[in-house]
Nanobody, 123 residues
Framework: QVQLVEAGGGLVQAGGSLRLSCAVS????????MGWFRQAPGKEREFVAA????????GFVDSVKGRFTISRDNAKNTVYLQMNSLKPEDTAVYYC????????????????WGQGTQVPVSS
């Protein structure tokens, strides 16, 4: 059974930075493409970023391009989301997810999900 555990969330001021991590256990991280998603209060969950199994390919939602980066360390079985220049509209619960056969933004194609970590951004 694959388990994903996010960490690194917490209150941050607008303009600040946070690095979220997602630790994967049960299978090798290299078996999975990974994604980060977020759900703001009262809104649907949305795609934020994705990284391919090798790490060679990444993608982002337009609203975070240039501010967020996604990376992975397969040796540590951990995926990261570095978030810079945070804005109040980035406030959300952030989830990581894993997919064996897909790379991209489609949530339904992800097989495993973490429990989420909260990121409130104050103005």
């Amino acid at each position: 059974q694959v388990q994903l555990v996010e960490a690194g969330g917490g209150l941050v001021q607008a303009g600040g930075s946070l690095r979220l991590s997602c630790a994967v256990s049960g299978r090798a991280l290299s078996d999975y493409g990974m994604g980060w998603f977020r759900q703001a209060p009262g809104k649907e969950r949305e795609f934020v970023a994705a990284i391919s199994r090798s790490g060679d390919t990444t993608g982002f939602v337009d609203s975070v391009k240039g501010r967020f980066t996604i990376s992975r360390d397969n040796a540590k079985n951990t995926v990261y989301l570095q978030m810079n220049s945070l804005k109040p509209e980035d406030t959300a619960v952030y989830y990581c997810a894993a997919t064996q056969t897909y790379y991209g933004y489609n949530q339904s194609r992800y097989n495993y999900w973490g429990q989420g970590t909260q990121v409130p951004v104050s103005s």
